[in-house]
Structures are given as C-alpha cells and as structure tokens.
C-alpha cells in the first residue's frame, strides 16, 4: 500500500508480474473527490437506469451507471487524466494509450454482488472460442482503475479481486474466487488499479447508505474502445479539452479512415512524421 505516488518501475512490475494491483491512498484531493462525488449523486437522481453488466440479464433497480464522464464535468476529465495514473500505464499500455470507458457504478442498500469476471476486452472470455487461442497474459490489453467516492466497506460492498489472477489470462472460476478472494476496503480520494485479467467483481452492499465509485478504463491505441467517444462526446466542444484528455478521448486518432479518400502518399512508417489525415482538406 503506498500514499501518494510510487516509483513508475516497481509499481508496474507489481501491476503485471506480482500481485496484480495497486492501491495508492491520498492520491486525489478530497476537494476534487467530494466534487466528484456530488456530481455524480445529482447524475444518478436525474438519469433513469442504465445498462450495467455481470449481474445476468435482470434489471437491477439497487445499482446505477453513469456513463460517458468525460463531457459530464471538468472534474471527472481531471480524474481520468491524471498524469501521475497515466505514467504508470504507459509502459504497460504503450505511450499512447487510450481511455475505453470512463463511468460511475452506484451501489444503493440491497445492491447484488457482480459475478467473478475479468473486464473489457476480455469480458466475453467465458466464450473462449471467440479468442484466440493463444491468448495469454505477456502483454495487458487494459488496466482498470478504480476511485471510491464513498468509504468502501466490507458491509457496503467494497470489490472482490484475488491476487496474482491478471497472470492466468481466463474466465474466473467461481470456487477458486470464493476461496481466494480478498476485499479491497478503501477510503474516498484513493487510487485502486489492475490489469483487466484480474479477476474481481462488486459486492453486495448490505449497509444502509449507498456507495459510489468511479471507473476507468484504459486500452493500448488499438482497442476499439467500450464507450463510442466520436458519438457520445460534442466533438466541438472536446477540441476545448485539455490535450491529454482530447488523446485519451482519440480525438486525433486516425483510425478507422476511409483509405479510399486519402491522397496517394505514404504516410505510416519512422520516416514519415504527418498523419494519414493531413491532406488537402478533403478528409
Ligand atoms: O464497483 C465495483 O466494486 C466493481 C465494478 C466492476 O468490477 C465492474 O463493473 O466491472
């Protein structure tokens, strides 16, 4: 457990090749959390149920989602931008990373546990055909971040994760979960991160109060990403963002491109430094 920031090396080696998570207390301003944490509360009361996942197919009226953060307050861009988080899945990542989903997950009183998974873009795993098979854990697709805005407590629901899973690249197995299975309990303004392969799910929370966190997370550039950014963001008003969001969002990010419409020069490789879309203006 660190406070504040640790060493990029050790804490990505401890991401991958130990226990497969990192928690890092005191990281964010309680005054950045707490806005944080308003926001998404006056959110949730505004906004009817939204799609969730891992709880089968029934609507479950005790959790709530908030999607698409990044255009729904300057706080929530500052959260998911935070260089010092970002410096340390870079070189897990690649210097290029992106921001696939960036949410909140609302557990009210009497909210169900989630079941054992690993996450996007793995979280169709228990379908192994659909991968390839030699899918394996030397290299991380995603990293998961996880930022309470309430205390996270045994009783209200505080995520289920067992250490050192990120390593077998496979749908949990739900006795194994039970029996090696640790919560995290942690307080608001703390940082929890995990490659996406590591096992966890949500608790249910038996208190009396809700209990909300943010989430976030990060693909390598070539992960189509969970939440649609160029539909879901004003892309207008995105090019008003800081610049590390707007690459976070793939603002800039070419690809997909109509290759038919572009100009018949090179421009990929270590010996061309424009992007495929500085053209004539035609794209
Ligand atoms: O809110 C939590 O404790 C974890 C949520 C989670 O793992 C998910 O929705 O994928």
């Known amino acids: 457990m660190y406070s504040g920031v640790p060493d990029v090396e050790p804490a990505v080696q401890q991401l991958c090749d130990g226990p497969g998570y990192l928690i890092l ?21 505004e ?19 908030v999607w ?9 861009r500052q959260i998911c931008g935070d260089e010092r988080m970002l410096a340390i899945m870079r070189p897990i990542l690649g210097e ?16 169900q546990a989630q079941e054992p998974h690993v996450d996007y873009p793995y979280w169709d795993l228990h379908a192994r055909t659909r991968w390839p098979r030699a899918l394996n854990a030397t290299y991380h697709l995603a990293v998961e971040a996880v930022m309470p805005l309430d205390e996270f407590t045994v009783e209200n629901g505080a995520t289920a994760i067992v250490p050192e899973s990120q390593k077998l690249a496979c749908w949990p197995d739900k006795g194994q979960f039970a ?10 303004g703390t940082l929890l991160l995990f490659p996406a392969l590591l096992w966890h799910a949500g608790q249910t929370n038996r208190s009396e109060a809700s209990r909300a966190a943010l989430l976030g997370s990060y693909t390598i550039k070539s992960i189509k990403p969970i939440e649609d950014w160029s539909r879901c963001i004003d892309r207008e008003e995105a090019l008003g963002y800081e610049q590390g969001v707007q690459d976070l969002l793939g603002l800039h990010y070419p690809y997909p491109a109509v290759m ?5 020069r090179s421009s990929e490789g270590s010996r061309s430094n424009q992007s495929i879309l500085k053209t004539d203006g035609s794209e």
């Open 47 to 65: 906004q009817p149920s939204r799609t969730s996942h891992f709880y089968g197919d029934d609507v479950n009226p005790a959790q709530a989602r």
């Open 179 to 188: 029996e090696r299975h640790i919560r995290v309990t942690m307080k608001p």
């Open 68 to 76: 698409n953060l990044p255009a729904k307050g300057r706080e929530f």
């Open 25 to 45: 207390e005191d990281f964010y301003p309680a005054s950045l959390i707490r806005a944080a944490r308003d926001r998404i509360y006056e959110l949730v009361s």
């Open 96 to 111: 290029d990373l992106m921001l696939s989903s960036f949410a909140a997950n609302v557990l009210h009183p009497g909210a």
């Open 260 to 264: 038919d419409r572009l100009p018949g």
